[in-house]
């Protein structure tokens, strides 16, 4: 069941996350979905769903991470991290 839209997310997705994360939550979501249908692609006996929610958090935890608060907030770069072109705006 990918998701057309992040208003179709689960609520403790879009009740937590930024909207910048529920996309990259979405999109981690469908990919996975497509990538581990064939249930020989999935580890041991979880089902589609788990492992395209687990896929996607884990998508989301590579920029964001939980704070005390409860909610998810951007990581901040390392000191001394090289930006991607990309990741300054500047690429085409």
């Not at 769903?49 to 687990?54: N, Q």
């Not at 884990?58 to 770069?77: E, L, N, T």
């Not at 991290?81 to 500047?90: F, I, L, N, P, S």
């Amino acid at each position: 069941m990918p998701y057309r839209t992040i208003s179709e997310l689960p609520d403790s997705v879009c009740g937590h996350l930024p909207q910048h994360a529920q996309e990259i939550y979405k999109e981690a979501f469908n990919n996975a979905w497509k990538e581990y249908a064939d249930r020989h692609q999935r580890r041991g006996e979880e089902s589609h769903e788990e492992v395209a929610h687990k896929v996607a958090w884990a998508a989301v935890r590579k920029k964001y991470s939980k704070g005390g608060d409860g909610d998810w907030h951007a990581k901040q770069p390392e000191s001394g991290a090289v930006r991607t072109q990309r990741e300054v705006g500047r690429a085409p």
